[in-house]
Structures are given as structure tokens and as C-alpha cells.
């Protein structure tokens, strides 16, 4: 895993219509996302598509009002990230019936 | 998970002040006693933003800046610079000329060609955040510069194509006395030689205005006391 020093943390309410997590990747860098916590505050199921740009990249099913879902379960200092962004890429979310709240922990770096 | 070899620091091989210098040109050896030194960097320096399966860049890169200076020339004939770098992504391969239009680091008969196999450095090799190899080490003088060129070997486009140059800026006296001369070259003297570009075809000529500060003729002798012993 990266140094801590440069760990960060992104948060958003992710709704139907769509909303970016975080910021824009900068030039010359890459976002190591090496954690995403969700919690599912519609009440029933709750499918969230994690997307890069436009592109779905990871989809999150929930079945029930405030379930959560982690990932790793166990972040260690050694941990492969879950997702890589480059340069000008934009982490995002959308859902399918309700709000969704996501916490992911990131780093930047070349 | 990837293992990585405990290599020695390259800033162990920073010269300091009063340290010997010797470079070998085609026309001989120049030596330089270093007066005083000064820490810079380039990082990073963006070969590619992106580089696709396959691909090189479309030119040589003498790695400038905005208003095309040479990071790798020293503005003023009043410096020398020594450089190590290291490269991001991992599997991107690093060519290299020195001068720039001299390919360098062949193995067979034949120039080495950029994409091909031989005389590359890639970042496995010489880290982006290190530690650097020495083969990514060179010096340069004012009107001396080397070109770089990079090639993606992999069936992915490959993003962040980066140097990271960490840099020494060294003032020097030029060393002219013969018998001084002869002791460093033959090792009587600590010193750190340098053959500035490699062998094959030769080392990079001197530029003009060092081969009249160093003296010609004993750029020629150094070059007879070498191959005599002395």
C-alpha cells in the first residue's frame, strides 16, 4: 500500500441520477482506490454501479435498507488496491431505486 | 508480490567538494577537480501521458521544458551535471542516444532498435521512486545532451509514461597538470572515471569549447598513457 501520509478520503450520496466520488484524476498521477464502505439508505433493494468515467466498472447489489458492504474487508498495509484510475479519469456512482452512501479511501501517485 | 534486489544508494555516488573527475571523450580524458555542488530534480517528467500496445513515441525526447530548454544541458559551460533516473510505468523501456542521434547500448553488430529486446532500461530495473541503476546514470556538459526514447511492450496501452531525474549540478577546476593528471588516471589517486556515452562506436566527442579549455594535446596524451600504463 502507499504511505499513509497520502491516503485520502472521498464521500458522496450516490443517487439514480449519478454522482461523482471525489475529484478528477490529475495529470501524471494515478488514483489507487484501496477501500469503498457502502451503506444502502433506501428502503429495499438497492443495486449501485461503480463507474470510471462512463464506464461500469464494479456493481454493488444491496437487498435491504442500511445493509453494508466493504471492501477488502480487512484493508492491510500490503493490500492490492480495488480499483486504478488514470490520468483525467473521474470515479462515480449511480443506482437503480435510491440513495446510496459510499466512503472510499484513495491515494494519487505516479 | 513482486521481490526487489537491495541495490546501493545512488546518491552514495554524488561527487563532493575536492573529489577527482575523470570523463573520457573520443579525443581523450578531461579531469576536473569539483569545486562545489547543488541538488536538483525533475519530477516528473511526462515521456507519454499514454503510450499504446506496442507503441513508441513519435520522436526522440531531450527531455525540455516548456520553452524548450534541456533539462539534461548545463546552461553554462561553468557547470557539469550528473543525473540518475528513474521510470514509471514498470514494463516501459527506456532507449537511449548520446550524443542525441547516437544510438547507444547495442550488443550485436547491428545498432539495437527501439522495441527490440537489447539495451533498454526499464522501471523493473530503475524505479520510478527508486532505487535508481546505474545504468540510467550520465553526465553532461554545456553542448552535450543525450535523447530518450520509450516503447510499450505490452498488449496495454500503458498511462504516466515518467522519468523521475534526480540531478547533481557540479562547478569544477579543470585539471591540466600532466603529472596530476597521469596520477589520477592511473589510479594513484582516488577518483571517479566516467566514459561519457560508452564504447561502441566510441566515446561522445568532447564538445569544441571543452577540447580548448582541457588542451588538445593532452586530451591525445591521456589517451597513449591510458593504453601504455604509463
Redesign the interface.
Known amino acids: 500500500m502507499a504511505r499513509r501520509e497520502g491516503l485520502k478520503a472521498a464521500y458522496a450520496t450516490v443517487t439514480t441520477a449519478g454522482v461523482n466520488i471525489g475529484s478528477e484524476v490529475p495529470?501524471?498521477?494515478?488514483r489507487y482506490v484501496y477501500s469503498i464502505k457502502t451503506a444502502n439508505l433506501y428502503a429495499g433493494a438497492n443495486s449501485l454501479q461503480v463507474r470510471r468515467n462512463a464506464t461500469t466498472i464494479d456493481r454493488i447489489e444491496h437487498a435491504t435498507r442500511y445493509e453494508m458492504w466493504k471492501e477488502p474487508e480487512d484493508p492491510k498495509e500490503?493490500s492490492l488496491p480495488v480499483y486504478v484510475l488514470?490520468?483525467g479519469e473521474q470515479l462515480s456512482g449511480i443506482t437503480d431505486n435510491g440513495d446510496c452512501w459510499v466512503r472510499v479511501l484513495y491515494v494519487d501517485a505516479? | 508480490?513482486r521481490s526487489v534486489l537491495l541495490k546501493q544508494s545512488h546518491e552514495e555516488l554524488w561527487l563532493r567538494e575536492g573529489y577527482l573527475l575523470a570523463m573520457q571523450f573520443a579525443e581523450g580524458w578531461v579531469c576536473f577537480r569539483i569545486l562545489g555542488w547543488e541538488p536538483s530534480n525533475v519530477k516528473?517528467y511526462?515521456l507519454a501521458?499514454?503510450l499504446a500496445a506496442g507503441a513508441q513515441l513519435a520522436a526522440w525526447d531531450e527531455i525540455k521544458d516548456s520553452e524548450t530548454r534541456r533539462y539534461t544541458e548545463p546552461p553554462d559551460e561553468r557547470f557539469i551535471h550528473h543525473y540518475f533516473f528513474g521510470i514509471?510505468h514498470p514494463a516501459a523501456r527506456v532507449y537511449f542516444q548520446y550524443p542525441s542521434r547516437q544510438d547507444r547500448r547495442s550488443l550485436v553488430a547491428v545498432e539495437r532498435a527501439v522495441g527490440g529486446d537489447v539495451g533498454y532500461v526499464d522501471g523493473d530495473m530503475s524505479p520510478?521512486d527508486g532505487p535508481f541503476s546505474l545504468k540510467s546514470e550520465f553526465f553532461t556538459a554545456s553542448k552535450l545532451y543525450p535523447a530518450f526514447q520509450v516503447y510499450n511492450p505490452l498488449a496495454d496501452t500503458i498511462?504516466?509514461v515518467?522519468l523521475n531525474l534526480d540531478v547533481m549540478r557540479y562547478t569544477y577546476q579543470l585539471l591540466k597538470d600532466s603529472a596530476l593528471v597521469q596520477r589520477i588516471l592511473l589510479g594513484e589517486v582516488r577518483r571517479r572515471m566516467y566514459t561519457v556515452g560508452g564504447v561502441d562506436p566510441s566515446p561522445v566527442s568532447a564538445p569544441s569549447w571543452l577540447q580548448e579549455a582541457a588542451g588538445k594535446e593532452l586530451m591525445a596524451w591521456t589517451q597513449k598513457l591510458m593504453e601504455t600504463g604509463g
Open positions: 495529470t501524471d498521477f494515478r500490503d488514470t490520468a505516479p | 508480490m516528473p511526462r501521458a499514454s514509471n520510478y498511462h504516466n515518467l
